[in-house]
């Protein structure tokens, strides 16, 4: 299985801020077909996830543009600037490359 | 607006069924791959099965394979997971997804399922 490593697990932020989450994969995650499948949510406290960015860098909709991912191969990041009280909880990453599709063990985003 | 509601959770004993429905509505069911994700109690998330737009293809995870049953009625807008012998590392709340460009983009929230004597 693809492992992915996602840090760090706790990260302290200043309202206004910013913050960068890294998640790397245990192999590369271009698919045959050249796509990239590595994608990032957020699940706010007590709430179901909700996806952030899809496929490295595209931002799902209704997502403000507060928040950028990058990355290739196996390295990846996710931005957010300007942190406001609505971005916290938990950030995870996913691959869907590779069956079986393997999520990041989390990083929990919280007030400094 | 897309609409995922999740039902049919609750405890279980170990080695016990239990079937979980997700009714789905405000999208076309049948245009999407739909799948079930998982997590445990204080857990990060975990895919569990998907299914493909007319019940065709089937993928699990293997510690689920030969154990667990993802189907769908395109009719009902309805998927399914059919859980046969539970095991108490099953205990999660379950979470029904569409599939849109292999990512999951909506989500349910969710069902709790405990398994446990």
């Known amino acids: 299985d693809v492992v992915m490593t996602q840090t760090p697990v706790s990260l302290p932020v200043s309202l206004g801020g910013q913050a960068s989450i890294s998640c790397r994969s245990s192999?590369?995650?271009?698919?045959?077909?050249?796509?990239?499948?590595l994608h990032w949510y957020l699940q706010k406290p007590g709430q179901s996830p909700q996806l952030l960015i899809y496929r490295v860098s595209n931002r799902f909709s209704g997502v403000p543009d507060r928040f950028s991912g990058s990355g290739s191969g196996t390295d990846f990041t996710l931005k957010i600037s300007r942190v406001e009280p609505e971005d916290l909880g938990d950030y995870y990453c996913l691959q869907s490359t590779h069956f079986p599709l393997t999520f990041g063990s989390g990083t929990k985003l919280e007030i400094k | 607006e897309v609409q995922l509601v999740e039902s049919g959770g609750g405890l279980v004993q170990p080695g016990r069924s239990l079937k979980l429905s997700c009714a789905a509505s405000?999208?076309?069911?049948?245009?999407?791959?739909m799948a079930w994700v998982r997590q445990a109690p204080t857990k990060g998330l975990e895919w569990v099965a998907s299914?493909?737009?007319?019940?065709?293809?089937?993928y699990y995870r293997d510690s689920v394979k030969g154990r667990f049953t993802i189907s769908r009625d395109n009719a009902k807008s309805s998927l399914y997971l059919q859980m046969d012998s539970l095991r108490s590392e099953d205990t999660a709340t379950y979470y029904c997804?569409?599939?849109?460009?292999?990512?999951?983009?909506?989500w349910g929230p969710g069902t709790m399922v405990t398994v446990s004597s």
């Open positions: 299914i493909s737009y007319d019940g065709g293809s089937t």
């Open positions: 405000g999208f076309t069911f049948s245009d999407y791959y």
């Open positions: 997804t569409t599939v849109a460009n292999w990512y999951f983009d909506f």
């Open positions: 192999q590369s995650l271009v698919h045959s077909n050249g796509n990239t499948y």
